[in-house]
Nanobody, 126 residues
Framework: QVQLVESGGGLVQAGHSLKLSCTASGRFFSPYAMAWFRQAPGKEREFVAAMRWNSGRTYYSETVQGRFTISRDSAKDAVYLQMNFLKPEDTAVYYC???????????????????WGQGTQVTVSS
């Protein structure tokens, strides 16, 4: 079975950058889409960014557009999230997700994804 493992989280100051990684393991990996979500304490899981795997088309939430960039490395079965100009409100646990079942109709919906990583903590201090 496909497993996703995130890494790269940590504590950074506002205005600085951080890059998250998500690596798939278990078997040959060829998803329909990959995405990043985040969840702050006491809040609902929030869409951050997504990529249709075959085309490489990317999609972002309005709150991170222009600051975050999702990218991939198919040879490494990996997806990344480059986060620039971080703000304290970006503090959350970040989750990598994959849709391996079917072509998604709504990339920003968590219900489209059927594989999830364990999450990596990102904390942005003022």
């Amino acid at each position: 079975q496909v497993q996703l493992v995130e890494s790269g989280g940590g504590l950074v100051q506002a205005g600085h950058s951080l890059k998250l990684s998500c690596t798939a393991s278990g078997r040959f990996f060829s998803p329909y889409a990959m995405a990043w979500f985040r969840q702050a304490p006491g809040k609902e899981r929030e869409f951050v960014a997504a990529m249709r795997w075959n085309s490489g088309r990317t999609y972002y939430s309005e709150t991170v557009q222009g600051r975050f960039t999702i990218s991939r490395d198919s040879a490494k079965d990996a997806v990344y999230l480059q986060m620039n100009f971080l703000k304290p409100e970006d503090t959350a646990v970040y989750y990598c997700a994959a849709d391996i079942s079917r072509y998604p109709s709504v990339l920003g919906s968590s219900n489209e994804y059927d594989r999830w990583g364990q999450g990596t903590q990102v904390t942005v201090s003022s």
